[in-house]
């Protein structure tokens, strides 16, 4: 069983649409992230939400959105789609802020 | 900022010797963790380390902490070639509440058969 799952694993797409992307971990865990990995293997943390609480980075553009409609999932909207928002996007899941985590697969997304 | 900082980048070694990587990082912590990514893969979690531990092992590896010079080592023993992949370390920094984990950039580590 796929501990922490993500759809689709490739996305392309024009500038400008909205996309999302779903999560799912089946971990029973408290907490849920989403990272972008740039072209250059560099992983940035974009959202945790833990317990309703969602934490985001200040650096993230309020065109993604995290959606938690229960406690094993977090979904990643995105709106306005630009150019530089092509990367792969990491789903992660911990049952404390702090622990081990776990990874999804990853989605890959472009831009064109 | 960035938190951790690998070194090096890039690490090229023939199999069966050890490999040493090395993670800095500026501000205090509860612990440290090293993953591991495949190419084209996600993250996969292989040892925590807290702060208040010094030296961890499992299997084949070594991981060490040194609070006071805010770094860590992972040294991987008898290299295989399925030990190519990137290594990333990640730090819980003390205070950072349900922030999350923040990533250095890696080392790329190629095992040559």
């Known amino acids: 069983d796929t501990a922490v799952s993500q759809t689709p694993k490739y996305l392309v797409t024009q500038m400008g649409n909205d996309k999302s992307i779903k999560c799912e971990q089946n971990l029973g865990h408290d907490t849920m992230y989403w990272y972008k990995q740039d072209s250059k293997k560099f992983l940035k943390i974009m959202f945790s939400y833990n317990n309703k609480e969602l934490i985001i980075n200040e650096t993230v553009p309020n065109r993604f959105s995290p959606k938690s409609p229960d406690k094993a999932h977090l979904n990643l909207h995105i709106n306005s789609l630009e150019l530089g928002d092509s990367a792969v996007y990491f789903c992660?899941?911990?049952?404390?802020?702090?622990?081990?985590?776990?990874f999804g697969p990853g989605t890959r997304l472009t831009v064109l | 900022s960035q938190q951790g900082e690998e070194d090096p980048q890039a690490l090229s070694i023939q199999e069966g010797e050890n490999a040493t990587m090395n993670c800095s990082y500026k501000?205090?912590?509860?612990?440290l963790q090293w993953y591991r990514q495949n190419s084209g893969r996600g993250l996969v979690h292989l040892i925590l380390?807290?702060?208040?531990?010094r030296e961890k092992h499992s299997g084949r590896l070594r991981v060490t902490l040194d609070t006071s010079k805010k770094s860590s080592s992972l040294l991987i023993t008898a290299s295989r070639a399925a030990d190519t992949a990137s290594y990333f370390c990640?730090?819980?920094?003390?205070?950072?509440?349900?922030?999350?984990?923040?990533f250095g950039k890696g080392t790329h580590l190629i095992i040559q058969p």
């Open positions: 990640a730090t819980d920094e003390l205070g950072g509440g349900a922030d999350g984990l923040t």
């Open positions: 992660a899941s911990s049952q404390d802020p702090g622990d081990e985590q776990f």
């Open positions: 501000t205090s912590i509860n612990n």
């Open positions: 380390i807290r702060s208040n531990e």
